[in-house]
């Protein structure tokens, strides 16, 4: 069975940082697109950032450019969103995700197959 169980949330001011983490479980994602989604209190969940399966290309919603940067390790099937100059706008919950296709690069949240359960990140400001 596979499993997704993200990381790293919290509470955190404006201008700070975090560290996401999602490790999978169950099988291998060494050839799969791995993705950050995100959802704010009453707003649909939205694209955060996506890595290809080698790493190779990255892409983030223009809110975030620059700010966020997402990694993989596929040795040990995790992936990392960094999350620098945090701002309020920020606050949602965050999740991992996979999408159904091996060896295909996509942004779209209708493509992903796999979620993990979501954790909290809160920006004072």
């Known amino acids: 069975q596979v499993q997704l169980v993200e990381s790293g949330g919290g509470l955190v001011q404006a201008g700070g940082s975090l560290r996401l983490s999602c490790t999978a479980s169950?099988?291998?994602?060494?050839?799969?697109?791995m993705g950050w989604f995100r959802q704010a209190p009453g707003k649909e969940r939205e694209f955060v950032a996506a890595i290809s399966w080698s790493g190779g290309s990255t892409g983030y919603a223009d809110s975030v450019k620059g700010r966020f940067t997402i990694t993989r390790d596929n040795a040990k099937n995790t992936w990392y969103l960094q999350m620098n100059s945090l701002k309020s706008e920020d606050t949602a919950v965050y999740y991992c995700?996979?999408?159904?296709?091996?060896?295909?690069?996509?942004?779209?949240?209708?493509?992903?197959?796999?979620w993990g359960q979501g954790t909290q990140v809160t920006v004072s400001s």
């Open positions: 995700a996979v999408p159904r296709r091996s060896y295909y690069y996509t942004r779209a949240q209708y493509e992903y197959d796999y």
């Open positions: 169950g099988r291998t994602f060494s050839s799969y697109t």
